[in-house]
């Protein structure tokens, strides 16, 4: 079992985001986002699912190159909205 707060694996990943994996699907997402913000309780538990449970808090570090880092994970959940870059992992 992974540890609370950390990362899904590639696995994961792939399941998680399977019911998101249409665009439409993942900026209807992103739109819950940008309407709610990330205090809404689906956006939270969507955020918890992808982080085994926690939503990390503090400097999220991504696979970005040139952008690796932001201030939490909404900030960084915003950015893969934002750039349409859905699928990003931290």
């Given at each position: 079992a992974q540890?609370?707060?950390?990362?899904?694996s590639d696995q994961e990943y792939r399941q998680f985001f399977r019911s998101l994996r249409t665009a439409r699907r993942a900026s209807t997402a992103c739109l819950l986002r940008a309407l709610y913000g990330c205090q809404n309780p689906l956006v939270q538990r969507l955020d918890?699912?992808?982080?085994?449970?926690?939503?990390p808090e503090g400097p999220i570090c991504s696979e970005l190159?040139?952008?690796?880092?932001?201030?939490?994970?909404?900030?960084?959940s915003f950015y893969r909205c934002t750039?349409?870059?859905?699928?990003?992992k931290v």
């Open positions: 540890q609370p707060g950390t990362p899904l918890e699912y992808e982080n085994h449970g926690v939503i190159p040139g952008n690796p880092s932001f201030p939490d994970f909404c900030s960084f750039r349409k870059r859905y699928f990003i």
